[in-house]
């Protein structure tokens, strides 16, 4: 899967879990999630359910960094640093 699929996935999910008065289409790529009001910090287990879903990343043995869910841009880089 190339970074745009990538992007165009994460997005599509981020519009199933968002905020019903906030667009994901309204923040930029390295805006806050949770700082934007988009999602809350539940919202943040959800899309590491996904990641691992979507792109197979087990994150059970190393856990996961909250500080990498923190944009749209940062869940990217970590999917890249995952996957590759």
């Known amino acids: 899967m190339n970074s745009s699929d990538a992007r165009e996935g994460l997005v599509a999910f981020l519009e199933t ?4 008065d906030r667009p994901v289409n309204g923040i930029d790529d390295s805006d806050s999630l949770v700082g934007s009001g988009l999602i809350d910090s539940l919202a943040v287990l959800q899309i590491v359910l996904y990641l691992e ?26 999917v890249e640093r995952r996957t590759t």
């Open 17 to 20: 879990i968002r905020r019903p």
């Open 53 to 78: 879903t979507t792109h197979g990343i087990d994150f059970s043995e190393g856990g996961f960094d909250p500080a990498d869910f923190g944009s749209i841009k940062e869940i990217l880089d970590l």
